[in-house]
């Protein structure tokens, strides 16, 4: 084997080490550590309310992507950071919940509850997501 060619194959596994490295401290949008707290279907189960905790610094592309892979079917997500106290969350309520009007007027109006701060709903295909620390705008936030 002669030198020039040693030479290549030596740069070239260097820089393809380095490639490995480099892509190596890249975090995945998709690797975010997601707990569901409660969910609410509706009887016929076509319309699923969820609430989620998620923790550390999350970016809207990652809960995109979670979100696409919770499915459709009238899906309303909603994801409080853990900073958030439990006792600010209505879990139990979103759980005993009789109907979906019920379930949004908990979410909605319901008193001395914490802001969540991504929604997603998904009625057909793609799930449209909020940033409501962004956007408070939106019929997904609060």
Known sequence: MGVRRSTAI???LVFFAAGISGCAD????AD?????????SDRLGQTNVKLYMYSGDIEVESIKIYSEKLGCRMLHAYFYPDTVP??????????????FAEVQEILFN????????F?????????IVTDCQESRVSDNCR
């Open 10 to 12: 030596v740069l070239t």
């Open 119 to 127: 929604a997603s709903r998904c009625f057909s295909l793609i799930p």
């Open 110 to 117: 319901g008193e001395g509850y914490a802001r969540w701060r």
């Open 26 to 29: 890249k975090k995945d949008p």
């Open 86 to 99: 439990l006792n600010e969350i209505p879990v139990e309520e979103i759980r005993s919940a009789k109907s």
């Open 32 to 40: 975010i550590s997601v707990s569901k707290l409660a969910e609410y």
